[in-house]
């Protein structure tokens, strides 16, 4: 391949309004898709999250949880992909429309996870898809899992199992505020961090809030988790504020 890629993460409080259920942020969506058109990168993999399609359907009926043998969990299950694929639409017509040549892939048809973990490889067909020069678009998604039969795989993992199987040059993630803080800025007053270490990083893992109310994957600390192994390999990731303009 010719570049390394770069593996970006439109988060889901960036392309939804997070408190509002089903509900897309269009401006946001529009905006980022012209900015990812004007920055050309070569080679390039987006995946973005699930914000109020994804979240508040897998924890009405504990998607992540695993299938409690139950038809309304089914049910569920095939409402959240529901949810997940009208987002992705939204914003495969946005990438299209700025020329960006995206082709979606599925989570849900393509892996398969273990214990929420995903085992599986999917570098060969990103790779297919890079060597033609599209852009391969992925999304957190309700998967099936080998051992809980479904659960809900995270955006953020797809995001470091992707950069550590092509060896990506770098991650960027595009979230809600500035990056990481010290303290939570939400909570109390925080220091934004500009540049941290491997070891930082582990250390801010442990002291950062688990969750928020809508989210089923971890919050920053599920993310900050996630995002360690492909520090570990040596891949840059670059976490910044795709709610203001020209950030990402
Ligand atoms: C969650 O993906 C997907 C579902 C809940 C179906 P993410 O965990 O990556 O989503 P955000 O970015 O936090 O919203």
Do not use: W
């Amino acid at each position: 391949m010719k570049a390394r890629p770069i593996v970006l993460k439109l988060g889901g409080s960036v392309i939804t309004h997070k408190d509002v259920p089903l509900s897309a942020n269009e401006s946001a969506i529009e905006r980022l898709a012209e900015e990812i058109a004007e920055a050309k990168v070569p080679q390039l993999i987006i995946v973005h999250g699930g914000g109020s399609f994804g979240h508040p359907l897998a924890k009405k009926y504990s998607i992540k949880e695993g299938f409690n043998g139950k038809f309304s969990q089914l049910l569920g299950f095939s409402e959240t992909h529901q949810a997940m694929i009208t987002l992705n639409n939204m914003i495969l017509k946005a990438l299209i429309h700025c020329n960006i040549p995206a082709l979606t892939i599925a989570p849900s048809s393509t892996i398969v996870s273990k214990s929420g973990r995903m085992v599986a490889r999917i570098d060969d067909h990103l790779k297919n898809l890079l060597r033609l020069g599209l852009v391969p678009l992925l999304y957190g998604d309700a998967v099936l899992d080998s051992d809980k039969g479904f659960t809900i795989l995270s955006g953020d993992q797809l995001v470091a199992a992707a950069a550590i199987q092509l060896n990506a040059e770098r991650i960027i993630i595009g979230v809600e505020g500035d990056g990481l803080f010290k303290t939570d800025p939400k909570l109390g007053r925080g220091d934004l961090i500009r540049t941290c270490t491997l070891q930082q990083l582990k250390e801010l893992g442990k002291q950062t809030r688990k969750t928020t109310a809508h989210d089923v994957t971890g919050g920053m600390q599920g993310k900050i988790a996630e995002l360690v192994p492909a520090v570990e390999k040596g891949i840059t990731v670059a976490i910044v504020n795709a709610c203001k303009p020209q950030r990402v």
